[in-house]
């Protein structure tokens, strides 16, 4: 068995057991910090980790993380950028002024210090700091490929001095990509046919019709 801590709370769980599996065990009510439940896409489970002989406080998620004897795990509760970055989807069509918009919409981009905290804290590992620069430095396809597999836990949010909220400008940046690639062939022809009337739509078949 391992022994470990979570929020306060000791938990005793066999080897190999998730540290989301083993808060669970422990009693802690799985709500704010649970979402996909294990499959490491939805970044809830962001927590504070520190294992036994290491000062550093690491990141993680806990669902992809297993349990370690002497670790101490801190869930972490929903972490917000300072401010909303507001635009609408006018803004993403228009592939000329599209480093304009980066601009505008996250004029702290340009102030990254290359400190590196948004590349340490992300658990999954992705190049946060290069995704950053490549955005304000108007490669919007390549900022929008280095955030390809950021599940938003906003954990860079967290880590940056200069409140980029790096994982909302790569949202942001995918986004825009996104608006100016062709759509893929079939949806381009379903639509077509939905819109032409070639297909038809009936607007009632999910409905429950039984009396
Ligand atoms: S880029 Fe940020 S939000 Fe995305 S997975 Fe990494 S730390 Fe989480
Ligand atoms: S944490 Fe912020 S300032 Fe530091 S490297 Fe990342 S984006 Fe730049
Ligand atoms: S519960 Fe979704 S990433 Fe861990």
Same mark, same amino acid.
């Given at each position: 068995?391992?022994?470990?801590?979570?929020?306060?709370? *000791?938990?005793? +769980?066999?080897?190999?057991?998730?540290? %989301?599996?083993? $808060?669970?065990?422990?009693?802690?009510?799985?709500?704010?910090?649970?979402?996909?439940?294990?499959?490491? %896409?939805?970044? &809830?489970?962001?927590?504070?980790?520190?294992?036994?002989?290491?000062?550093? %406080?690491?990141? &993680?998620?806990?669902?992809?993380? !297993? +349990?370690?004897?002497?670790?101490? +795990?801190?869930?972490?509760?929903?972490?917000?950028? @300072?401010?909303?970055?507001?635009? #609408?989807?006018?803004?993403?069509?228009?592939?000329?002024?599209?480093?304009?918009?980066?601009?505008?919409?996250? !004029?702290?981009?340009? @102030?990254?210090?290359?400190? #590196?905290?948004?590349?340490?804290?992300?658990?999954?590992?992705?190049?946060?700091?290069?995704?950053?620069?490549?955005?304000?430095?108007?490669?919007? $396809?390549? $900022? /929008?490929?280095?955030?390809?597999?950021?599940?938003?836990?906003?954990?860079?949010?967290?880590?940056? *001095?200069?409140?980029?909220?790096?994982?909302?400008?790569?949202?942001?940046? @995918?986004?825009?990509?996104?608006?100016?690639?062709?759509? *893929? /062939?079939?949806?381009?022809? @379903?639509?077509?046919?939905?819109? #032409?009337?070639?297909?038809?739509?009936?607007?009632?078949?999910?409905?429950?019709?039984?009396?």
């Amino acid at each position: 068995m391992v022994n470990l801590t979570i929020d306060g709370r *000791p938990a005793s +769980v066999p080897e190999g057991t998730t540290i %989301v599996l083993a $808060a669970a065990t422990a009693g802690i009510a799985l709500t704010t910090n649970v979402g996909c439940m294990g499959q490491g %896409v939805c970044g &809830a489970c962001r927590a504070l980790v520190r294992r036994t002989g290491e000062p550093e %406080v690491r990141t &993680a998620l806990a669902c992809e993380t !297993p +349990v370690e004897d002497g670790m101490q +795990v801190s869930f972490l509760d929903r972490v917000a950028p @300072r401010r909303p970055h507001a635009y #609408s989807e006018t803004d993403l069509v228009d592939g000329w002024t599209a480093y304009e918009r980066v601009l505008a919409v996250f !004029p702290e981009a340009v @102030r990254c210090r290359h400190c #590196s905290g948004c590349d340490r804290a992300c658990p999954k590992g992705l190049e946060v700091q290069k995704g950053v620069n490549l955005a304000a430095s108007g490669d919007i $396809a390549g $900022a /929008a490929a280095v955030f390809d597999l950021c599940v938003m836990c906003n954990l860079c949010v967290a880590a940056c *001095p200069e409140h980029i909220a790096p994982n909302h400008l790569g949202l942001f940046a @995918r986004r825009l990509a996104a608006a100016g690639t062709q759509r *893929p /062939a079939d949806l381009i022809r @379903r639509l077509h046919e939905i819109t #032409s009337g070639a297909m038809t739509i009936d607007a009632d078949a999910c409905t429950d019709k039984q009396p």
